[in-house]
């Protein structure tokens, strides 16, 4: 029987390196596929972070491999991404799997998300991280990575984010997962996604984090294959 095709999408950021353990894993089950957003992972980019530009990069991976139709993995921001893609164009989307996307983009989440991203406090106080986001992005510079990607929240916040119209319009059946220990998004507003799209099904992943690098790979490996 042949292989079905998989698209795992990466976070803000990240980059598809931090996908490749998950890819390894799959690739027994699909046809496993990653990319870099434009702007992320060394991919250069002129252009302003935005969800529907995220969506165009995975139209045109999709096209250069000759695929007309893919199932989605996506985290964090990757997940956004995957549905931002099945409202927009529907037939190119099979079942979607998130894991850890934050969908309430209030002014004031938004504005409590940025106040992190601050690219001089985070070489101060968490040089490791920020090594590993200049390790990520090279050549490109992390810190302007980082900017853009604080932009963007703001630009959610002011009426660019899904709203639930557009969740009613997404007839996928997609699997919203949350770790129970994710500090950066609630159950709350994961429940209230999934009750907005015609075909949800909440996961609620117990001792899970926010970081996809503390995801234990075998679980998330389980919870895709079951739900495909």
């Known amino acids: 029987m042949k292989q079905q095709n998989l698209l795992l999408l990466h976070g803000a950021l990240g980059s598809k390196l931090q996908l490749q353990p ?10 496993v596929y990653t990319l870099n957003f434009e702007g992320h992972g060394g991919r250069t980019s002129d252009e302003a972070f935005a969800m529907e530009r995220f969506a165009a990069n995975v139209i045109e991976k999709l096209e250069m491999l000759g695929i007309s139709q893919t199932h989605i993995f996506g985290y964090s921001m990757g997940g956004y991404v ?31 998300e940025v106040k992190m991203l601050n690219p ?6 968490v ?10 992005h090279q050549p490109n510079d992390w810190k302007e990575v980082m900017r853009k990607t604080a932009e963007m929240m703001l630009t959610l916040a002011n009426g660019k984010k899904l709203t639930n119209d557009d969740l009613h319009q997404i007839p996928h059946n997609v ?7 994710d500090k950066m998004v609630t159950i709350e ?13 909440l996961k609620i992943i117990a001792d899970v984090k926010h970081p996809i690098e503390t995801v234990n790979a075998d679980v998330l490996t389980q919870l895709i294959r079951d739900f495909i």
């Open 82 to 112: 995957a549905l931002t893609l099945a409202k927009k164009q529907p037939e190119l989307v099979g079942k979607i799997v998130t894991l850890g996307t934050k969908f309430n983009w209030s002014l004031e989440s938004a504005q409590q």
């Open 127 to 136: 040089p490791a991280f920020a090594k590993r986001l200049a390790e990520l």
């Open 22 to 31: 998950l890819q390894e894993m799959l690739s027994k089950d699909f046809n």
């Open 120 to 125: 001089e406090k985070i070489e101060e106080k």
């Open 175 to 181: 699997l919203i997962g949350i770790g129970a220990l």
């Open 189 to 201: 507003e994961s429940e209230n996604v999934t009750s907005q799209l015609p075909n949800g099904t």
